[in-house]
């Protein structure tokens, strides 16, 4: 997978929401291990893969702002096929289910928000972890063409050979 626009940092072990943000670089939005990424100066974040793919969910945390909104959009090529916005606060990771299947493209965007009174940032960053993704299965149906394709040319083959041998 690609990833534009969307950074990881190193957040290590420890956990302090004392500030009255996530504070990305003080392991904001980290819900397991030590990384958590997160979309650059808040700007639209872009995750391509050369193969279709299922993004189950995330965990997403708002970095400064409470009741940010973030657009998840999948798109397959140029289509979009689903579109969701969330609303997440700065005070804790929650995790969203998407299940958007058989997409290749996966837009995320934040915007609004209310600055948070305590605190010295502003902005639409989020902090996202536990991204989940799986591989779109390939449908039974293919799989039973596939096999008698290959039981036709090998049946072909056994045939053509026998004729030569005839002849």
């Given at each position: 997978?690609?990833?534009?626009?969307?950074?990881?940092?190193?957040?290590?072990?420890?956990?302090?929401?004392?500030?009255?943000?996530?504070?990305?670089?003080?392991?904001?939005?980290?819900?397991?291990?030590?990384?958590?990424?997160?979309?650059?100066?808040g700007g639209y974040g872009i995750v391509?893969s050369a193969t279709d793919f299922t993004?189950?969910?995330?965990?997403?945390?708002?970095?400064?702002?409470?009741?940010?909104?973030?657009?998840?959009?999948?798109?397959?090529?140029?289509?979009?096929?689903?579109?969701?916005?969330?609303?997440?606060?700065?005070?804790?990771?929650?995790?969203?289910?998407?299940?958007?299947?058989?997409?290749?493209?996966?837009?995320?965007?934040?915007?609004?928000?209310?600055?948070?009174?305590?605190?010295?940032?502003?902005?639409?960053?989020?902090?996202?972890?536990?991204?989940?993704?799986?591989?779109?299965?390939?449908?039974?149906?293919?799989?039973?063409?596939?096999?008698?394709?290959?039981?036709?040319?090998?049946?072909?083959?056994?045939?053509?050979?026998?004729?030569?041998?005839?002849?």
């Amino acid at each position: 997978m690609d990833w534009s626009n969307i950074n990881f940092r190193n957040s290590g072990p420890t956990h302090d929401l004392a500030a009255g943000g996530t504070d990305i670089a003080n392991n904001g939005g980290r819900v397991s291990g030590n990384f958590v990424g997160f979309n650059v100066d808040g700007g639209y974040g872009i995750v391509l893969s050369a193969t279709d793919f299922t993004f189950n969910g995330a965990y997403f945390t708002a970095a400064w702002q409470s009741g940010l909104t973030i657009r998840v959009q999948g798109y397959e090529n140029d289509t979009i096929m689903y579109s969701k916005d969330i609303i997440v606060n700065y005070d804790a990771p929650n995790y969203f289910n998407f299940n958007f299947a058989g997409i290749n493209k996966l837009y995320l965007s934040s915007f609004g928000g209310k600055d948070n009174c305590c605190y010295n940032y502003s902005g639409t960053e989020f902090a996202m972890d536990n991204f989940t993704v799986s591989a779109v299965p390939v449908p039974g149906a293919v799989w039973l063409l596939g096999s008698a394709l290959v039981g036709l040319v090998g049946f072909s083959r056994r045939k053509s050979t026998e004729l030569v041998i005839a002849a």
